[in-house]
């Protein structure tokens, strides 16, 4: 089961991850897929004021460092894998102490990695539909994910649900 949501603008997109992050509790997984600049780090920017990360708007794709950490109510780490050559690269990085740990990460690029991802997870796939517009589709991998999608099917973004 997945959840469909079109996105007209970047501030929409933003918007989507803010309700999205609203829901997220400590030790859970965002995997976001999709094109470079379909508009992943929008939606983790959305999803870091969601948790409460103060001046998200100042979050950029930390693709040199490939880990960023925010502080807050709950610690965010935002990590970027486009500069990353192979999955066994990743373990090196000790990703399981992020993916595993008590704060919420949310992962770009997170299919370079497939089996280092948890089972359970929110999974976005983002895509372009047009200049300025996505596709968001949201699935739930996992009981507390699931719900969370039964919750975004009648959320103000106007989800239609797919199977």
Known sequence: MKVVIQSKSASETVRLGRNIGSHLLPGDVVALVGELGAGKTQLIKGLAAGVGIRN?????????????????????????????GKENEAEELGLED?????????IEWADKIPSLLPKELLLIR???TGRNTRSLEI?????????????FQSSEFGARLSQ
């Open 139 to 151: 699935w739930g991998k996992g009981k507390r994910y699931l719900k969370m999608i039964d919750q």
């Open 98 to 106: 992020y993916i595993q740990g008590k704060g919420i990460t949310a």
């Open 126 to 128: 983002i895509a372009y």
């Open 56 to 84: 998200p708007t100042y979050i950029s794709s930390p693709s040199f460092t490939l880990i960023n950490e925010y502080p807050g109510k709950i610690t965010f780490y935002h990590i970027d894998l486009f500069r990353l």
